[in-house]
């Protein structure tokens, strides 16, 4: 019988990097992991770690305010101490760049665009620029194997192509740059595969999911020291800097909200190589970022406004609370299902010639549960005439719970090549699915260059009716598994193979049997 042992050790926190009246931390990194047979014991396998030196790590306590604009840690706390804070916040606010002229969901930026000619004012507070030293701070360097062989890993910081800035900008945490395998014996053998992440335009292909939202628009102003509005007429008289970095509302922590939806990056194009020895290249779908208002049936969470007294007069700007990606940040449609599928993948050899290429097709219409929620806030604004009026500032939104993209067919070409003339040979999968609450695979077809079809067909335990009370022992199971609401258990396969102008031929087929154990 074999046993595993996992070997952890502790180390604290940098001492430069700890908040003000806070204690150092300890942070947990597994270093081996040992597998024994008996008494006898298997060589380790080891990890290493970025930044760590001898019992210190560099990384700070679980207060520390050193945390970029995605909330990853960036070693400034030092140069952050004699920033402003607001009473009771745990974080320091972060720099701000206001663009009136811009849209609604892009007036706040968090890095400044270059050469912009229009109005500009800026919020000073935190850096918002992720520090890749700091990232790196506990990531995976290395792995150490049993037989002496090492796979050595190196990272870079994520990024995304801003439409506004025309550049990549950072978009939080890093990627796999490079994985080096080594086989412990001669480094001059050596497998270095690399990953690139850039259209070949070399625009990053990264789609930023989710803004991160610190700073909103109100359009009133909250006079502190009475706390009561000021009067419209006084706001508008106000130069144009003054109004919005007044109307401006910051927060100390991110306020996009989205705890279902993934809110990191996503990249459209992949491109794996070894340098001298082809690239696979892999495109991938991703229609829904933060700037998306529909796609398709989909449909992004909008903010509305309620309010009494509809024709009793002109109300002040309130258009800041209407849209997508506003106050008071509902949760969004769910889009996951919809980002991140597979497209293409193609493989090149080192001359640049096309080896092979894959082709996937999904369906996203499978049936999906759909639980609808509100976000709603009350808040005070004023009509033109400066009288108070109480208003709701709501969200409706959709959660699609089961809602899943299914690959339908995948069509493979490879290539050979006659005096450099391309010769192709495709091959293409069919895969059919139950249109129901239960997407079950139903059958899986493949159909060579010759146009021979090879097919699964598969049956699951709710194909079978229920006979209550027999005294068969799978009849019970079945039972069983219906009284358990179980379902998508696979019970029968079935191969066949049809040749072009032949009738189609079982090939093999299998019968899975399940029993419940006393007491189940």
Sequence with gaps: LSHYTLNYKFYKSNEEVVATGKERSWYPFLTSITQGTGINYNRPISFEYHNINNDEIYLPNSFSNSKDLYGYYNGIEKE???LPQPVGASNKLPEIYIYPGLPENEKYRYFPIPDY??????????????????????VIKSIRQPEGGVISLTYEKNTYFDVQTGRNEYAGGIRV??????????????IVIHYDYDHLTGNSSGKLLTKPLFAQHVGFYLDPSNETLVNQSVINQWPEQEYWKRTTIRAPRDQSGDLLNYSGVLYEN?????????????????????????YVSWNATQSKIARSGLTSGTYEDIRAFIGTGNYPQAMNTTSNYLNGQLLTSS?????????????????????????????????????????????????P?????????????????????????????????????????????????????????????????????????????????????GELNRSMIPVETIQTIKKVGQNSLVTGAAVQRYLFLTGD
């Design 270 to 294: 992949v491109t794996q190589y070894q340098v001298g020895k082809g690239k696979v290249v892999y495109e991938y779908d991703v229609p829904v970022d933060y700037l998306t208002t529909s």
């Design 347 to 395: 493989i090149y050899d080192e001359a640049g010639q096309l080896l092979s290429k894959a082709d996937y097709t999904y369906d996203y219409n499978f049936p999906y549960q759909s639980l609808q929620g509100i976000r709603r806030e009350m808040m005070t604004t004023q009509k033109t005439d400066g009288s108070d009026v109480s208003m709701y500032v709501y969200a």
């Design 80 to 82: 952050i101490q004699n």
């Design 177 to 190: 740059k490079s994985m080096r395998t080594y086989d412990g014996v001669d480094h001059n053998k050596d």
């Design 117 to 138: 000619t229009g109005s500009v004012y800026k919020l000073s507070g935190r850096k918002n620029e992720g520090e890749l030293k700091s990232l790196l701070s506990g």
């Design 397 to 481: 939104y959709t959660l699609r719970l089961g809602a899943v993209a299914l690959q339908t067919d995948q069509i493979t070409t490879t290539y050979e090549y006659d005096n450099g003339s391309p010769i192709a040979m495709t091959t293409q999968r069919t895969n059919q699915f139950d249109n129901t609450a239960y997407p079950a695979l139903r059958s899986m077809t493949t159909t060579d260059a010759e146009g021979t079809e090879y097919s699964t067909q598969y049956t699951y335990n709710q194909d079978y009716p229920i006979v209550a009370g027999s005294s068969d022992e799978w009849a019970n199971t079945i039972e069983r598994m």
